[in-house]
């Protein structure tokens, strides 16, 4: 469930910057996805970080 946060963070970051640089480049339907997808993988990776971090301790 927490690893799910994370990702809904990252993909809601990176839709937000993806709208904003695809207004400014005019090209909004590619920024938006490149967004979503970058945002996705931040969001796995920070996720999957936490997770190895709580074994740890």
């Known amino acids: 469930?927490?690893?799910e946060k994370?990702?809904?963070l990252g993909v809601l970051f990176g839709t937000a910057?993806?709208?904003i640089i695809g207004v400014l480049s005019d090209n909004l339907a590619l920024w938006i996805s490149?967004?979503?997808a970058i945002?996705?993988?931040v969001g796995?990776?920070?996720g999957?970080?936490?997770k190895k971090k709580g074994k740890a301790d």
Do not use: D
């Open 44 to 46: 796995t990776s920070i």
């Open 48 to 50: 999957s970080q936490k």
């Open 39 to 41: 945002g996705a993988g």
């Open 34 to 36: 490149l967004g979503i």
């Open 1 to 3: 469930m927490e690893n």
């Open 17 to 19: 910057i993806g709208s």
């Open 6 to 8: 994370h990702i809904v």
